[in-house]
């Protein structure tokens, strides 16, 4: 098994024990679960750095990041740099996240929050919602498209916007989906990790202009970003370059303050 593989059937036992705990009833009655959203598409259509701002703590490929900060001091300092929204990890095993941090996120901050999770079940759907979340991932590397089109159905039942995670041109051919906000390319191979823009740079002519373009994943220089603009990209989700340094929010807010000095 990959490491992709490996996470997906520990994501399935945690799902079941998580839903057998926490019944869908119980999440549905939550303080959260009727709050409007915030839709973070709009915000990335009408912003002039388009950056998501990520919380991650450690991952597969690099091992720990950052386990010293905690997750309303990276929210509000994300909030003042003038991010558009931010992605918090909620897998524990992998990524050393935790549902809670969506929680704690949500009460620091009012800017659009992406749950950034392995989502294989519809349970998943109704935690985010009951958290806080804005929007969820869907990523085609794990899902059939009859699971990517259910789970954005019910998405858009839910008033969840969707960031729709791609890899190649198979699974964006098979990702088209009406409730689908975002088409996220990830510049990283799920498999190997190795991470390249070109990823993004080819396949985006083939997602129609009624998605916003999002490139996920090896950004970390301001002229990444302007040369993924010539290609229709509205959205960069930036997270190591940001959660390795001392203060997330402080480098993050003088990354947009350049980037703005170069686009100007």
Not at 156 to 177: A, G, N, P, T, W
Request: net charge negative.
């Amino acid at each position: 098994m990959n490491i992709l593989d490996r996470i997906i059937a520990d994501k399935r036992k945690e799902v079941a024990l998580r839903s057998s705990l926490i019944p869908i009833k119980q999440l549905e009655a939550s303080a959260l679960f009727d709050r409007k959203i915030n839709a973070l598409s709009d915000r990335l259509r009408n912003s002039e750095s388009g950056i998501i701002a990520e919380h991650k703590r450690r991952s597969p490929s690099k091992a720990v990041i950052n386990q010293q900060l905690n997750v309303q001091d990276v929210a509000t300092g994300y909030q003042r740099a003038g991010v558009c929204g931010m992605s918090v990890l909620t897998d524990v095993k992998y990524f050393g996240g935790a549902i809670d941090d969506l929680l704690i996120a949500r009460a620091a901050v009012e800017i659009p929050l992406l749950r950034k999770e392995f989502i294989i079940d519809p349970y998943q759907l109704f935690e985010a919602k009951a958290y806080g979340a804005d929007v969820i991932l869907l990523i085609a590397a794990v899902l059939t498209t009859r699971e990517m089109q259910d789970l954005a159905k019910l998405a858009s039942e839910l008033q969840l916007e969707v960031l729709l995670e791609v890899h190649d041109l198979e699974e964006l051919q098979r990702s088209l989906i009406p409730e689908v906000a975002m088409i996220g390319v990830n510049n990283r191979n799920l498999k190997t990790f190795e991470v390249s823009l070109d990823t993004s740079r080819s396949l985006a002519s083939h997602i129609p202009d009624s998605f916003v373009k999002v490139s996920e994943s090896g950004i970390s220089d301001t002229a990444s970003i302007a040369g993924l603009r010539d290609y229709g990209y509205r959205g960069f989700l930036i997270g190591e370059n940001f959660m390795k340094t001392e203060d997330p929010g402080k480098n993050a807010g003088e990354f947009i303050s350049q980037l703005q000095k170069t686009t100007s």
